[in-house]
């Protein structure tokens, strides 16, 4: 017990003195200022990026909803044309919603990754639920890659 403390002792005191005294030249401080300002370049893009992404995000989501409006009208009028229309551009919404949704958690978690959780968590932000609607977890199965289709009257 006591050999292995006093090895552990000896040990931490090697990399103590190490800490204590860094001996970076002139060349590695300037490189590691150089490493430090790219950093620090590419949390501000990534910030932009991702402030875009959700601006992006809000402004598809208000058209969604006038789609939704538009869509409920020509459904009350009766209006074929006008329900195909809608129902299109609601469909063309919704995918774009996607997009937008998979642009967002790139940029969230770029900007995670080099600021942190709880800095992120903290910025003066929109915060949105990126959860899938009508999509249970359970019932995707990302091992099947193909599905069996069978047809009436199929030669065997």
Same mark, same amino acid.
């Given at each position: 017990y &006591? ?5 552990n002792?000896?040990?931490n005191k090697?990399?103590t003195d ?9 060349? *590695?401080?300037?490189e590691?200022a150089?490493?430090i *300002? %790219?950093?620090?370049?590419?949390i501000?893009?990534?910030y932009?990026r ?11 989501r ?5 789609? $939704?409006?538009?869509?409920? &009208?020509?459904?009350?009028?009766? %209006?074929?044309? %006008?329900?195909?229309?809608?129902s ?6 919704l995918?774009e919603?996607y997009?937008? =949704? ?5 940029y969230?978690? &770029? ?5 942190? =959780?709880?800095?992120v ?7 949105? %639920? ?12 990302y091992?099947k890659?193909?599905? $069996?289709?069978?047809?009436e009257?199929?030669a065997k």
């Amino acid at each position: 017990y &006591a050999a292995g403390r006093l090895a552990n002792n000896l040990i931490n005191k090697e990399n103590t003195d190490k800490l204590k005294n860094p001996s970076l030249t002139d060349t *590695e401080a300037i490189e590691l200022a150089s490493l430090i *300002e %790219d950093l620090q370049d590419e949390i501000i893009v990534d910030y932009y990026r991702y402030k875009g992404a959700l601006i992006k995000l809000k402004k598809c989501r208000e058209q969604l909803l006038l789609h $939704n409006k538009n869509y409920s &009208a020509a459904l009350e009028n009766k %209006d074929s044309l %006008d329900v195909t229309i809608t129902s299109s551009q609601w469909e063309e919404g919704l995918i774009e919603e996607y997009k937008l =949704k998979q642009e967002v958690k790139k940029y969230h978690l &770029a900007l995670t990754r080099l600021a942190g =959780k709880k800095t992120v968590d903290n910025l003066n932000l929109a915060q949105y %639920d990126l959860t899938f609607q009508n999509v249970n977890r359970n019932d995707l199965n990302y091992q099947k890659r193909m599905l $069996n289709v069978s047809t009436e009257g199929e030669a065997k």
